[in-house]
């Protein structure tokens, strides 16, 4: 996600980031999230989420 992300407002992003955090801490999963917040607009930025993936899937 980007911070000109035309596709996923920031406004809704920085709304949506505490309640998934939420959701995700009352599982016992905090680890299977990953918010990643660019500089730019809609984009995939590789340098974060390989290693994530790696690491989950």
């Known amino acids: 996600m980007g ?7 920031i406004e809704g992003v920085n709304k949506a980031i ?3 955090e939420k959701v995700y801490n009352e599982d016992n999963y905090p680890e ?3 918010i990643d917040l660019q500089s730019e607009g809609h984009q995939f930025y590789g340098d974060k989420i390989y290693p994530f993936l790696i690491n989950h899937i």
Do not use: S, V
Request: charged share 30%.
């Open 18 to 20: 505490p309640i998934i």
């Open 32 to 34: 299977n999230i990953l």
């Open 3 to 9: 911070r000109k992300d035309r596709f996923f407002p």
